[in-house]
């Protein structure tokens, strides 16, 4: 199983990145894939969740409506789109597969937790300056 997270960089603030997750090395329709962020000397903090179909997604509530989240299942990837960046935002970002997946009644209970997931991406840097 492998997770690339790719695509953050250097952002004003207002502006906006797509994050990029490609999945390899398992089936992707029997998983949804999570993004979570990591700022310094924060916990790891759940960001957003989207289920194989693309039909279940969630997103942590400083969120909503700047994030979204998307699939190319041709591709194996997964998108996180990201606007109206905030210097909170500022974080190393993750994507990471579960252990199984989630029932549509799970998802808000379980996603957000760490413990959900077996397997992490390498993180990619997203910096956003005010």
């Known amino acids: 199983v492998q997770l690339q997270a790719f695509g953050g960089g250097l952002v004003p603030a207002g502006g906006s990145l797509r994050l990029s997750c490609a999945a390899s090395g398992f089936t992707r329709d029997d998983y949804p894939i999570g993004w979570f962020r990591q700022a310094p000397g924060k916990e790891r903090e759940w960001v957003s969740c989207?289920?194989?179909?693309?039909?279940?997604?969630y997103y942590a509530d400083s969120m909503k409506g700047r994030f979204t989240i998307s699939n190319d299942n041709a591709n194996n990837t997964v998108y996180l789109q990201m606007n109206n960046l905030k210097s909170e935002d500022t974080a190393v970002y993750f994507c990471?597969?579960?252990?199984?997946?989630?029932?549509?009644?799970?998802?808000?209970?379980?996603?957000?937790?760490?413990?959900?997931?077996?397997?992490w991406g390498q993180g990619t840097q997203v910096t956003v300056s005010s």
């Open positions: 990471a597969k579960p252990k199984r997946e989630f029932s549509s009644s799970q998802y808000l209970a379980t996603a957000p937790t760490t413990d959900a997931y077996d397997y």
């Open positions: 989207i289920s194989s179909s693309g039909d279940d997604r």
